[in-house]
């Protein structure tokens, strides 16, 4: 089933320098394993067409059942001297969120579970 | 050594909502007490303006809006024993202390205030060059040389390390120049917990609470895009306080009967602001990993945070310095229905046109649809011929001054020369303002030195 990134997620956006940040965070960790396997780099690429001039990289934080994407070259300059409404990229979190994914219903109609703690350390290699 | 202390975030960044520090001060008790308020002024171009104001007046140059709230808490903080940390001394940290203490000798009170100074390093690039620091553009690799004579300001990022040593001599206030954000957060941790400089997993946990800590509401509730009409009394809302413990653990809450939020979601979303490869987030007193962070919500408005891990720090400092690079404008016009977006298009053609017949030239003009489309461009799903009423943005920037002076006298004009229904022109003509570019830099720890001066008045 087809929906917005925004049913399952939610998203912060900032500046580095002429770079946009923005972590997008699953709703619940049931979610993660699927934008993790969908979101990538291309694709957030793609969806950032005219806004985005440079590359995209994606960072993966499966602690905080999260992504994080470097979107290059997106804010006309950087924070002190572009001419954007949005200088800071303070709205690409919004625009992340438009998104369409693929998600299985059974998937979108569990309840969600109160979050237990985590007892495990998740260890990460590579890019 | 303490079992835990409570450090509140004051202030996000300097223009944040006044009320916050007075509020964490004044809702400080046995049920919810503070050891120390951390307050964050400073922006990438804040120390250029502070420069600038300082060129003028050699006793301006900090946030004078913090001595106006040190003033209001002063009883508060001397009788519930609170330190204050912050970086809004800006270029001029010793002017920021004596207005302190005129303030305090005013009310009466005797208080200890540390400095931190040398971080400021715009008298001494000429030298630092000569001895072989280069202080190339550590994003384009640039060298300085092309900008040089246009450097408006440059520091050097210090870290948590001199304003431990400040409060070690029992400063109740600290007032730094450039410091690291999260340098605010984790000193008190070092001083109360006694942690050395090479237990890197204790100097990641306090730079990761600094993070939490350092965009004020941004991590109990504002700008929370996971639920916002869930978070209860915007008006209100409580500013983050961060309860540590000696072992690196620490919990994010607020003061109760506070409003906003502070959720794993809430903490999450901050976490994730402004960072780029999460496992080197770069300090000058560490390098934290961001993939190790465990969170958990124990309700309540209290979450958890723990298994921070971090590795050794670098043997660079960051520097941040600005420097002029011609001038920019903007100005704004307001077209409405019918065929709104038609008649702001065509009146950006126009202007376009008339700017070139003047002869005009730009780096680059920018025309926005406010309203439409100018945060999300080509994502926008709305047409355009449903919009009845947009805000058109010109702005322009480039080297040539009398290029931007044209092209405000030639907005106004547009309204009696140009498509219908047109209004909003107000404020008077757009005038060139500096634009101030940034240039960030490495520089060798062992090229500078901090010195911290604690003096009691």
Known sequence: MKVQLLEICHARSGDKGDAANVGLIA???????????????????KHFKGICLGKVERFELANLWALNFLLHNTLGGGGTVSLKQDAQGKTIAAAILRMEINVPPALLRK????????????????? | MKKRIRIASGQGFWGDLPSAPIDQVRLANDKSPLDYMMMDYLAEVTMSIMQKQKLRDPKAGYAKDLVD???????????????????????????????????????????????????????????????????????????????????????????AWPIVEALRQGAQIVITGRTTDTGLTLAPMIHEFGWA????????????????????????????????????DFTNIGFPIAEAYPNGEFIITKHPKTGGVVSRASVAEQLLYEIGDPREYITPDCVADFTSIQ?????????????????????????????????????????????????????????RGRLKKAGCTFEEMRTEYLGFNSCHGLLTQTKESDVEEVVVKFAVRGQDKNSIIEFGKNIAPLILTGPPSVTGFAGGRPKPSDVVAYWPALLKKAAVTPRVIVEEA
């Not at chain 2, 302190?100 to 200890?112: H, L, P, T, V, W």
Request: aromatic share 6%; hydrophobic share 35%; with cysteine.
């Open chain 1, 111 to 127: 309840p969600t579970q109160k979050q237990k703690p985590s007892k495990r350390v998740v260890k990460k290699k590579g890019k």
């Open chain 2, 197 to 232: 400089a090479d237990d890197w997993d204790k100097m990641a946990a306090g730079t990761v609470a600094g993070h939490i800590l350092e965009c004020g509401a941004q991590s109990s509730g504002g700008n929370f895009s996971a639920d916002w009409k869930s978070v209860k």
């Open chain 2, 295 to 351: 969170l958990e919500d124990l309700g309540k408005d209290r979450v958890r945070v723990y298994d921070i891990k971090g590795r050794p720090s670098t043997e660079f400092y960051k520097v941040s310095m600005s420097y002029n690079d011609g001038y920019s404008a903007q100005g704004t016009l307001t077209y409405t229905w019918p065929d709104a977006m038609e008649k702001a298009r065509l009146s950006d053609k126009i202007l």
């Open chain 2, 69 to 159: 709230v040190i003033d209001k808490i002063l009883p508060d903080i001397v009788s519930k024993n609170i330190k204050v940390i912050t970086n809004g001394g800006g270029v001029n940290p010793e002017a920021c202390r004596d207005a302190i203490f005129a303030a305090a000798r005013k009310r009466g009170i005797k208080i200890k205030v540390g400095i931190v100074l040398e971080d400021n390093i715009l008298d001494s690039i000429d030298s630092l060059l000569a001895s072989g620091h280069k202080l190339k553009n550590m994003e384009t690799g640039e060298s300085l040389k092309g900008v040089r004579d246009r450097v408006l300001s440059a520091n050097v990022y210090f870290g």
């Open chain 1, 27 to 45: 709703r619940d960790a049931r979610f993660y394993p699927l934008i993790k396997k969908e979101i990538t780099a291309a694709k957030v690429k």
